[in-house]
């Protein structure tokens, strides 16, 4: 029988847009994993969410939403696919990353960085935009989320395109 399992990969990120540069990135993002034949994961909701699900949905691919409350909240994106209501509030941030494959950081507060650290506790893969200011800027400058550092635990990338290609590349590579 074939594995027809495809790779789910975590968009997280500022829960309201700061530039026009980070919806064009988060948007892209969106865009190059639904091009890429993969499900993009994230919090359901405004901001980087918003725009990755939107380049996901104008590419024809599949987006699951990981809400924090139920499908009547007026904030989530109407792009989503799929609207998985918790009712865990900010509780819900270990369950975006660890039903991710690998997690894309683009800008983001405290929230991202909950779901940066559970990513890294759970050994997912992490791209961070850096061009992008955030704690994804921040993490991806030390380069790791650890005590001290360890070496290439965080990728870096300034564009969406090229921060969806080197986490399906780390995706893949620790699927080996």
Known sequence: MM?????????????QIRTKFQYNVAYEIGQEIANSGYILICGGRGGVMDAAVKGAFDASGISIGILP???????????????IPTYLHWGRNPLVSLS????????GGVGTLSELAYASLYNRPIVCITSVNGWSKEIGKRGSLHH?????????AETGKDAVV????????SKQ
């Open 3 to 15: 594995n027809k399992t495809r790779l789910q990969i975590g968009v997280i990120g500022d829960s």
């Open 100 to 107: 991710s494959d690998g997690v894309i950081a683009c800008g």
């Open 69 to 83: 409350a139920g499908t009547d909240d007026k904030e989530i994106s109407p792009y989503l696919t799929v609207k």
């Open 166 to 173: 080197q986490i399906i590349q780390r995706i893949l590579s």
């Open 148 to 156: 001290p550092p360890e070496p290439k635990q965080v990728l870096c």
